[in-house]
């Protein structure tokens, strides 16, 4: 009897130390992909809120050049719809303008002409990110696990927000 129970322990033993001995789950399979992802969706939101800061310093600086040169008796509230308006054409569109120096003009017209260009790369980044967020959805529905799925959805979510440098 006590080979018995000498072979009993052996295979308890045994089996505790092969259950013991698992190889590790992989952690995360998919880290690799999913932290390029995270990376992309940073690099994007960067680059569209550098573009959007470009677009407002180009229409602040083009303001302030306005009403440099605006006529002081110009009334008011004209005024300041025309230091608001973000668009050549239509600050080409109030009487005064064809009053104002040449410089002004030249100013407004390159102001618009940048402003198209930064309108196309604005559109190009936005193409890049539906592109991107098809890639995201993807990654995430190939994701089992709901926990891990909420933990890269968070993770994806902080890149976007995140400050830019």
Known sequence: MSLYRTIQSAWILLFLFAAGCQP????????????????????????????????????????????????????????????????????????????LDAGIHKLVEQAGEEDVAIALQLKEIQNRIQDHEARVAGFLAGIKDQKEAADWTRKLTDAKDAACE
Not at 30 to 40: H, Q, W
Not at 69 to 83: G, V
């Open 24 to 99: 590790a789950e992989k952690k995360n399979p998919v880290s690799p992909e999913g932290e390029t992802l995270v990376s992309e969706s940073a690099s994007l939101a960067c680059a569209q809120k550098a573009l959007a800061v470009k677009m407002n310093a180009l229409w602040d600086s083009v303001a302030v050049a306005l009403g440099q040169n605006l006529p002081k008796d110009m009334p008011a509230d004209e005024r300041k719809n025309m230091l608001a308006v973000r668009n050549t054409s239509l600050i080409q569109m109030f009487e005064v303008y064809p009053t």
